[in-house]
């Protein structure tokens, strides 16, 4: 239900515009408003579980909830359980301006 639909993160501590993309071709696409997109790897563990690559460390996340509205990933990361909310994202969508007054974009 997750697969090749784009969600954004509603998590209030994330990066502005933080996006998440699993294509059907096994390519995880992350990137946000403010950080450099990324490009890895992910693959299905079984029915309720994915596993992806970044840098050194193996993700691996519980699919807790995924419908055509909302994607909820319990991630396993090393000494710490982290939940991750998401929701389909709408077009248009752009990223906000994040320039702070006074400030030129060079």
Do not use: K
Request: proline fraction near 4%; aromatic fraction near 8%; charged fraction near 25%.
């Amino acid at each position: 239900m997750f697969v090749g639909h784009v969600w954004r993160d509603t998590n209030p501590a994330a990066a502005a515009g933080t996006l998440r993309v699993f294509l059907p071709d096994g390519t995880l696409v992350m990137t946000s408003c403010v950080e450099t997109y990324r490009l890895a790897r992910w693959t299905r563990v079984d029915d309720r579980r994915i596993r992806w690559q970044e840098d050194t460390a193996a993700i691996e996340a519980e699919v807790v909830r995924a419908t055509a509205s909302e994607l909820h990933l319990r991630l396993h990361l090393a000494g710490e359980i982290r939940d991750e909310r998401y929701i389909a994202a709408t077009v248009p969508f752009v990223c906000p301006d994040l320039r702070t007054a006074g400030t030129t974009n060079r």
